[in-house]
């Protein structure tokens, strides 16, 4: 085996355990921690069931299951769309966010804020891997708004070229199930 794919497997499994560790400190399944976790960083196109659904790669009956528990426990609300009728928007609670404060990515980005010269390579190289991979399993990329190829600024404003809709600061931080790869896009083009 890769040292590479090795050192991956070691740092899954650490991460599973840490998962394993929050839950149960507040009495859930790791599946409801990682969703709390996902939500926290979703953007308004992906905050959605089905991205959820897509992101973990699970189906909707069992992310449906896992909405339930969460809005029974007031970790999660659930709001309608006033654009799209059907469409659901899961927000989280100041209680989740209780539950994420000690969660086991805080402790990844203290490890992570001690390495400043190593991590903007190590975060290329784990999307490319990522990306890869995604590739391979045929899964959405779900990556960050501001790194998109149709994120669009105009003077300090920020728009999707896909939806045409603007978007807030906060909204260029988060992931979005739609995120296209530039570096992808860009060799589409040239072809
Ligand atoms: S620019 Fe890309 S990542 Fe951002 S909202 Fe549009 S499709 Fe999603």
């Known amino acids: 085996m890769n040292p ?9 499994a650490l991460v599973h355990q840490s998962v394993r560790d929050d839950a149960a400190r507040h009495g859930l399944q790791p599946i409801h921690v990682q969703v709390l976790s996902y939500l926290a960083r979703a953007n308004d196109y992906s905050n959605l069931p089905i991205a959820v ?9 069992t992310v449906s299951q896992s ?7 007031g970790l999660l ?15 989280l609670t100041a209680a989740a966010a209780k539950v994420l404060e000690q969660a086991w990515s805080r402790r990844i980005d203290t490890v992570l804020e001690s390495m400043p010269r190593e991590r903007e390579a190590l975060e290329s190289a784990l999307r490319g891997l990522l990306t890869g991979l995604q590739g391979l399993n045929g899964q959405r990329a779900f990556g960050v708004c501001r790194q998109c190829a149709h994120f669009l600024t105009e003077g300090d404003a920020a728009r999707c070229g896909l939806t045409g809709q603007p978007l807030g600061a906060a909204q260029t931080m988060k992931i979005c199930r739609e995120w296209t790869d530039p570096i992808e896009t860009c060799a589409m083009k040239r072809e």
């Open 53 to 61: 659904a897509e992101y973990f790669g699970i189906t909707r009956g």
């Open 67 to 73: 909405l339930n528990v969460l809005e029974r426990k």
């Open 77 to 91: 609300l659930r709001e309608a769309d006033p654009h799209h009728g059907k469409r659901i928007h899961l927000t």
């Open 4 to 12: 590479t794919t090795l050192l991956l497997e070691r740092l899954s």
